[in-house]
């Protein structure tokens, strides 16, 4: 049975966060939802627009089996509306896997997810989260979290890791050629 990823954006987005994990889930044939605060397009903070498959008011968190949130600018957003941090609870609870890259994982503090737990973050993110590590991607029971773009690619492996397996991000790695 096919795993199902939701990844939750809104307008500014970090692209390369959103798209390189995506795009990595959907070679190893995991199915992703992307959703947005609001229906219809949304821009990236380097201006890509994106047309997501539903707005969030449209998702069913028992059909997934991830939630994966990219960060950017938009995160201030995302948590203003506060949907996203209360699906987050709703995953930990259920015993789901929460992943979370750059700002990101400030979701996950307000969703009261990182005490106790090994996470890292954008360090423009530290002095809110400092507790933060400096290591490209951090697994820490039901959290996977990275710095930013720049480990965008080490953080899409993780999830396909865990979703798919070993033969999976060898498969997938060989056919980018990572």
């Known amino acids: 049975m096919p795993k199902h990823v939701l990844c939750v954006i809104t307008d500014?987005?970090?692209e390369i966060e959103t798209i390189t994990p995506v795009d990595l889930l959907r070679r190893a044939?995991?199915?992703v939802t992307i959703a947005s605060l609001q229906a219809g397009p949304v821009t990236g903070r380097c201006g890509v627009r994106l047309v997501?498959?539903?707005a969030l008011e449209e998702v069913k968190p028992e059909a997934y089996d991830l939630l994966f949130l990219p960060?950017?600018?938009?995160?201030?957003?995302?948590?203003?509306?506060g949907r996203a941090a209360s699906l987050a609870?709703?995953?930990?609870?259920?015993?789901?896997?929460?992943?979370?890259?750059?700002?990101?994982?400030?979701?996950l503090h307000?969703?009261?997810?990182?005490?106790?737990?090994?996470?890292?973050?954008?360090?423009?993110?530290?002095?809110e989260l400092p507790d933060?590590?400096?290591?490209?991607?951090?697994?820490?029971?039901?959290?996977?979290?990275?710095r930013g773009a720049g480990t965008a690619l080490d953080f899409g492996f993780a999830l396909v890791e865990y979703?798919?397996?070993?033969?999976?991000?060898?498969?997938?790695?060989?056919?980018?050629?990572?």
């Open 12 to 14: 500014g987005f970090e």
């Open 52 to 54: 997501p498959d539903v």
């Open 89 to 107: 609870k709703e995953f930990h609870e259920d015993g789901k896997k929460i992943a979370a890259i750059c700002a990101a994982p400030l979701i």
């Open 71 to 81: 960060g950017g600018p938009g995160v201030g957003e995302i948590r203003r509306d």
């Open 163 to 178: 979703l798919a397996g070993e033969a999976a991000v060898d498969e997938v790695s060989e056919a980018i050629m990572a």
């Open 110 to 127: 307000d969703a009261g997810l990182l005490d106790g737990r090994r996470f890292t973050s954008h360090s423009s993110t530290w002095e």
């Open 29 to 31: 044939e995991i199915q």
């Open 132 to 146: 933060a590590e400096d290591e490209r991607v951090v697994e820490d029971g039901l959290l996977i979290t990275s």
